[in-house]
């Protein structure tokens, strides 16, 4: 009898960031997002710098959730939702936790793209969501197996989503999405006039 698995699941989680905690108000948190992007001179002087369309605070902040309430706020809740994730991919913490290592603001303009890229150091990374265009939405995630496809023909165009060599998850403001930090990914390019606002965020395994 024929027998066909899936092998080496790769998990990726989606849920509403309102799903856990109190509410966090969208409207204030873009407000926030774009208030500290104004007045840190030195995230803008990096981005400058280093070529990065937009604005990031990655290199310039690591304090928002001491700076805005708003941030601890969504740290708490994040946290919720890490730990579900946690518990789905069966991980053994050996009695220890996983905790938030760093926090950080991305905004994409027009023509802003984030290209291909893992987090390496961590354990879960992951991205809320706080305003997004209509035609620059989606995130791009790679099988992690692709280096090792040296001979392996094309996927058809309707292949089943396990099959695909490449996956496109259009999240809605308000998402949060949970992968494990070796999942190589990147952010198209932003294709409207509008700014593309997320949240990304690391957590490490101490």
């Not at 941030?71 to 069966?90: G, I, N, S, T, Y």
């Not at 938030?100 to 879960?124: A, F």
Request: one cysteine or more; hydrophobic letters at 40%; a negative charge.
């Amino acid at each position: 009898m024929t027998e066909i698995r899936s092998l080496f699941a790769t998990r990726l989680y989606k849920a509403k960031l309102s799903e856990f905690g109190k509410p966090i108000d969208p409207q204030e948190l873009d407000t926030a997002c774009l208030s500290i992007a104004e007045d840190d001179e030195a995230g803008q002087e990096w981005c400058e710098r280093e070529g990065f369309p937009g604005y990031t605070s990655y290199a310039s902040l690591t304090d928002l959730p001491w700076r805005f309430p708003i941030f601890k706020d969504l740290v708490k809740v994040l946290d919720k939702h890490v730990a579900a994730f946690a518990k789905d991919a069966q991980f053994d913490l050996d009695g220890r936790e996983l905790k938030l290592e760093d926090i950080w603001i991305n905004i994409l303009p027009e023509g802003g793209i984030h290209t291909s890229h893992i987090h390496p150091h961590s354990v879960v990374s992951g991205t809320t969501y706080v305003a997004i265009p209509f035609e620059g939405s989606a995130i791009k995630f790679e099988d992690p197996r692709s280096q090792m496809m040296m001979a392996a023909p094309a996927r058809l165009r309707d292949a089943r989503e396990e099959m695909r060599q490449f996956i496109y998850v259009a999240p809605e403001v308000g998402d949060v999405l949970l992968w494990e930090s070796w999942l190589r990914h990147e952010v198209p390019m932003n294709m409207s006039e509008e700014d593309r606002i997320s949240i990304s965020f690391n957590y490490n395994w101490s």
